[in-house]
């Protein structure tokens, strides 16, 4: 079976400017959820969507939203970008409470 | 506030030996738990779950849960270099409504193995 694919990989944005990431689960999945990963904060959880409906929240600002497809793949957005966002966003699929991340986007702002 | 902790670590150890990971939680209606192994650049990579009280034995890797002290460990058996990563320990929250809820992750182990 293929992984959890994200796209793109890197991406390089300023201040002010909206960005969205693409997360394609693993074929047979349903639930996708979103994390967010920087040096200081280590893993943090932004949201999980299970058949097209967010199903769980972090503590994010609404600046950041998702939604999910059909299809299972899911989108995150993140709008006004800040300094802060800087990190790697992981996206993670599970059938079950086992979770497997894809490879990351590495969002660096400038 | 649901809370994973881990020692951050630098945990150093030489070739062949034991390294042993240790995790708390805070939560004490968590079911789930797990270890994921993340290198330098990389995304995290499941290594081992758990579920009851015990050990999990799989490979050179063993996952030992304690629920009444809520205290998840990992040995990594006979250490190899390529072992040096950072260990995660995650804990599945479960939310309101019986869904699956989500991971809190700790903040991680570094483990060097030396050769």
């Known amino acids: 079976k293929a992984g959890v694919t994200q796209t793109p990989r890197y991406l390089i944005k300023t201040r002010g400017q909206q960005v969205t990431l693409s997360c394609s689960p693993i074929?047979?999945?349903?639930?996708v959820s979103w994390y967010q990963q920087t040096p200081g904060q280590g893993l943090q959880f932004l949201f999980e969507y299970f058949s097209e409906t967010q199903r769980n929240k972090g503590n994010f600002p609404g600046r950041f939203s998702g939604r999910q497809f059909s299809n299972s793949r899911s989108e995150m957005n993140v709008s006004t970008l800040e300094l802060g966002d800087s990190a790697l966003y992981l996206c993670a699929s599970s059938s079950d409470e086992t979770q497997y991340f894809g490879p990351g986007t590495r969002l660096l702002v400038l | 506030q649901k809370e994973v902790e881990q020692n951050s670590g630098p945990l150093s150890v030489p070739e062949g030996a034991i390294a042993s990971l240790n995790c708390t939680y805070s939560d004490r209606g968590s079911q789930s738990f797990f270890w994921y192994r993340q290198y330098s650049g990389k995304s995290p990579e499941l290594i081992m779950s758990i579920y009851s009280n015990g050990d999990k034995e799989d490979g050179r890797f063993t996952a030992q849960l304690n629920k009444a002290s809520q205290y998840v460990s990992l040995l990594i058996r006979d250490s190899q270099p390529s072992d040096s990563a950072t260990y995660l320990c995650?804990?599945?929250?479960?939310?309101?409504?019986?869904?699956?809820?989500?991971?809190?992750f700790g903040k991680g182990t570094k483990l060097s193995v030396k050769p």
């Open positions: 074929s047979g999945h349903r639930s």
């Open positions: 995650a804990v599945n929250i479960r939310n309101y409504g019986g869904s699956q809820g989500n991971l809190i």
